[in-house]
């Protein structure tokens, strides 16, 4: 869950593009591998988004799932 709030603060920092992406991520020494998908919602004034970790060794079995909503602008 660490991992997935990590690139929401990210996000909501605008240290990263806003946009869909994937990466990589160690903590206590463990890899693991994120995926951020950003949606439109009905109010163009948020996007969703929604973040997914997994073991690097199990990329098929999600571990975490975050969503969140952003402002457009973000």
């Known amino acids: 869950q660490w991992v997935a709030q990590n ?3 990210q996000l ?3 240290r990263t593009a806003a946009m869909a992406d ?3 991520s ?3 020494g463990i ?3 994120w995926r951020t998908t950003l949606t439109a ?3 163009a004034s948020f996007r969703k988004a929604e973040i997914v970790v ?3 060794a199990q990329p098929d079995y999600q571990l ?3 969503t969140a909503y952003l402002s457009a602008a973000q």
């Open 22 to 24: 994937t990466g990589e």
């Open 12 to 14: 909501q920092i605008g």
């Open 64 to 66: 975490a799932r975050l």
């Open 41 to 43: 919602t009905p109010n």
């Open 7 to 9: 690139q929401l603060a």
């Open 26 to 28: 160690r903590q206590a």
């Open 54 to 56: 997994a073991d690097q």
């Open 31 to 33: 890899d693991f591998i």
